[in-house]
């Protein structure tokens, strides 16, 4: 999941959501007006059908554009908006909480794998387990920084192996993740999976996760296909 798949917004993707939604003819439920999807972006972000059709899954496809620096400073100031705040912190009641605020690593691995399922259906089980440990320690990381520009990420990663040779000692490691770091690596996952820079829709996203949620691990993903 730390893949960037921001789409580029081109006519094709467009089509491809606008025939989606056309058909869809309902669930194994009833559709729930109260939790569809608004935005047509998100709602091919959601359906469960989104990497049977362009050339390239949408967890692979990139978009350059959202690391100039004026689309950083948005995503960056997007971090203190109160909607998005509002909605991550909603969101963070799924974690299962210590006395201390902390949320364990085996917490953490129990809502990301189903947050996996969800944004990833089909992926496998191995690797969907793999990419949520390396996000783990990546998310529990006290040097990790956000909003960085490719060459940024290039060079800290350079640094920080001279660092690590010199020191010859591993990255201080963690058990649990606390609530700042958390809500760092909640805003990640909408930042990256989110096709626009906009609040109402990582809003609306944690909200279809949050919905989604409650059919962790039904065979029927149709269960919660309410675009």
Not at 42 to 62: I, M, S, T
Not at 87 to 98: G, L, P, S, W, Y
Request: glycine share 4%; aromatic share 12%; hydrophobic share 30%.
């Amino acid at each position: 999941m730390s893949d960037d798949p921001k789409n580029d917004g081109d006519n094709a993707q467009d089509d491809i959501a606008s025939k989606l939604l056309k058909n869809l003819e309902g669930g194994s439920v009833e559709p729930d007006n109260q939790n569809k999807i608004s935005n047509k972006d998100l709602a091919y972000v959601f359906h469960q059908n989104r990497d049977n059709f362009p050339a390239k899954p949408y967890y692979e496809d990139g978009n350059p554009e959202m690391y100039i620096k004026e689309h950083i400073e948005k995503r960056r100031l997007l971090m203190q908006n109160e909607t998005v705040v509002d909605a991550i912190n909603d969101f963070m009641t799924e974690f299962k909480k210590n006395g201390q605020g902390h949320v364990s690593k085996d917490e953490y691995f129990r809502v990301f794998l189903n947050v996996g399922m969800i944004l990833r259906p089909g992926i496998d089980a191995d690797d969907l387990q793999k990419i949520i440990k390396e996000e783990f320690d990546n998310d529990t990381s006290d040097s990790k920084v956000l909003f960085v520009t490719e060459e940024d990420q290039k060079n800290q990663a350079e640094i920080d192996q001279r660092n690590q040779q010199s020191q010859m000692s591993a990255p201080k490691t963690y058990d649990y993740i606390d609530q700042q770091k958390l809500f760092r690596a909640l805003f990640e996952l909408a930042d990256t999976w989110c096709p626009n820079i906009d609040e109402f829709e990582y809003k609306e996203f944690f909200q279809q996760l949050k919905f989604r949620l409650k059919y962790a691990g039904q065979q029927d993903t149709s269960a919660y296909d309410v675009l």
